[in-house]
């Protein structure tokens, strides 16, 4: 595992500074044949015009006034660092962590604590479009107002096979989380976070018992909201902000990598979100 400079070039400021943290480690397993990573496909929203996919978490990053980003790859998946260097002109500066396979998205974010310190963590996905594109900003507005260990950006998908559905009380409190349930009746799901570094220090535990990590997701593939569910029964504080109007793409599956390249596609926005036309 090659270990990298803190990002930015300096040790984590305390919980007012803020880290991105960007998993990249995965194979792409449901998108044979593509010609280079899928992190740095040119996709869009249909009524936007294609850039690398990971240029539209890394501008969420900047809009939030987040400087810098640290980026987990798996070995062999040069052409990302390649296309993106060192970042830092339309975007937060950025370092890499290379690590060789790991179990699944948990794992491959477990491999990173080390190097965020007592920041607080910006979570997004390379692969996961959003609107509006300043959610980041609120969601960091949320945490510092009120100290949440955890502050999920909600979204709304009639999908819930393929995400993790978000129950929340009238203040904000997530009161519960179900992970890939084709039967949840819930309209919410969660595609960014703000973590703190209470939940830094669970997650790295939570991963080095692999009691815990039986126990929650069984002999299937631990997925962060199984950590973020097991966080809240243990007390730690888990809120959300909705977006209502907002939308969200995952280009992770050929279907909606389909739509996040091909424009004027009105109507559909990928796992369900609102439709392109909604602001």
């Not at 296309?83 to 974010?109: F, I, K, M, N, S």
Request: proline content about 9%.
């Amino acid at each position: 595992m090659s270990e990298p400079n803190p990002p930015g070039g300096a040790a984590a400021a305390g919980e007012r500074d803020v880290v991105g943290l960007v998993p990249m480690a995965g194979h792409a397993r449901r998108l044979p044949g593509l010609p280079c990573s899928k992190e740095i496909l040119p996709v869009g929203f249909p009524d936007e015009e294609p850039r690398p996919a990971c240029l539209h978490l890394l501008g969420y990053l900047r809009e939030a006034g987040i400087s810098r980003a640290l980026l987990v790859l798996r070995r062999g998946k040069w052409d990302v660092p390649e296309q993106l260097g060192e970042g830092g002109e339309d975007g937060p500066r950025l370092a890499y962590l290379v690590v060789d396979d790991t179990p699944g998205v948990v794992h491959t974010l477990a491999r990173a604590l080390p190097f965020v310190g007592d920041s607080l963590v910006a979570l997004g996905f390379p692969d996961t479009l959003i609107q509006p594109a300043d959610a980041f900003v609120r969601l960091l507005e949320r945490q510092r107002a009120r100290g949440a260990d955890v502050v999920l950006g909600l979204f709304p998908t009639d999908r819930p096979e393929k995400t993790d559905m978000v129950r929340l009380d009238a203040r904000g409190r997530v009161q519960g989380l179900v992970v890939k349930d084709p039967s949840s009746r819930l309209t919410h799901n969660w595609c960014i976070a703000i973590w703190s570094s209470a939940f830094t220090r669970f997650l790295r535990e939570f991963v080095s018992r692999p009691d815990r990590v039986h126990a929650e997701a069984g002999s299937g593939e631990l997925y962060p909201g199984h950590v973020i569910r097991a966080g809240l029964r243990e007390g730690l504080r888990v809120e959300g902000v909705r977006f209502p109007n907002g939308r969200f793409l995952d280009v992770g599956t050929p279907e909606d990598l389909r739509r996040a390249t091909t424009r004027g596609e009105a109507g559909r926005s990928g796992r369900g979100g609102r439709p392109p036309s909604l602001p």
